[in-house]
């Protein structure tokens, strides 16, 4: 039986996330989830890739907006929600341009300072239609600020693997799923194509191609040559380095923990077959 274990919610793209015990889905996405994100001043993206002290900064869901905090200080900062400036500017994701919205001057001084770094912060309208690759999905869904899919899930089966492999284990934080679940053979969600959650359609469409956050210790920022140096000698096609998959999914509602994963049809191949 496959059950989920754990949700995270992270809404502020590349920045800590949160563990929560459940999550409403909407059409981005989790509610919340990378709602938000810093751009520079070409109004693109800042990730963790290029500025891994994003990682010191832990964003949680509260009733009145997005409470940030520093791991390493008192320094903390509370995004209140539909406190937003009426501009709406172009931003960059990757290739993809959309309308996002300015959150305040105060929210940008803060991130500015606590990050040593000029930036902004925008957030997503409902307005905004960020559509998935077309090549992956099937009803034109739509998603966030994330890298491109609106939710990636992991078996904790596939990371106690990984953890056999190194010397020193590692935390889930490394590799920011939205689902993990127990249950099943390592690498169990490579195979999984349509399953149900609580009564939601789930689709798995494209392994989780990984980058060098995954090498970034989420507590000191400090960055090492794991886990991508062991992944890739087993998880490695294509020149890129898989672990997790994407997923798409038909409905909305409410995942929990504890939820029971209904499998209705697995892959005939292997993802090392599939990827394309």
């Not at 001043?41 to 990682?55: G, H, K, T, V, Y």
């Not at 009426?86 to 300072?113: G, R």
């Not at 000698?233 to 294509?238: A, E, G, I, M, P």
């Not at 029971?260 to 394309?276: C, G, M, P, Q, Y």
């Amino acid at each position: 039986m496959l059950t989920v274990s754990e949700l995270f919610i992270y809404p502020i793209k590349s920045a800590g996330g949160k563990a929560v015990d459940s999550a409403r889905l909407t059409a981005t996405g989790f509610e919340h989830d990378r709602r938000w994100m810093l751009i520079d001043d070409n109004n693109r993206f800042i990730s963790q890739r290029e500025n891994p002290w994003l990682a010191l900064l832990e964003a949680g869901v509260t009733n009145h907006g997005i409470e940030v905090k520093h791991k390493h200080s008192a320094a903390s900062f509370t995004v209140v929600f539909n406190e937003l400036k009426q501009q709406q500017i172009e931003v960059a994701i990757w290739d993809d341009v959309c309308p996002a919205q300015l959150v305040s001057d105060k929210a940008n001084a803060w991130f500015s300072e606590i990050l040593d770094m000029r930036c902004r912060l925008v957030y997503m309208p409902e307005t905004t239609k960020r559509k998935v690759d077309p090549h992956y999905a099937f009803n034109s869904e739509t998603t966030s600020f994330s890298d491109g899919f609106p939710l990636l899930m992991l078996g904790q089966s596939s990371l106690d693997d990984l953890n056999k492999r190194l010397t020193e284990s590692l935390p889930v934080n490394r590799f920011r799923p939205n689902i993990m679940f127990t249950g099943g053979e390592p690498f169990e969600e490579d195979q999984l194509e349509h399953f149900v959650i609580n009564g939601i359609d789930c689709f798995a469409v494209k392994p989780c191609a990984r980058c060098t956050i995954t090498t970034t210790n989420q507590q000191t920022s400090e960055r090492s040559k794991e886990p991508l140096a062991t992944l890739a000698t087993y998880r490695k096609n294509n020149n890129n380095i898989y672990f997790g998959q994407n997923l798409l999914y038909k409905g909305y509602g409410t995942i929990n923990v504890g939820d029971n994963i209904e499998v209705i049809r697995k892959r005939a191949a292997s993802f090392l077959d599939e990827i394309v």
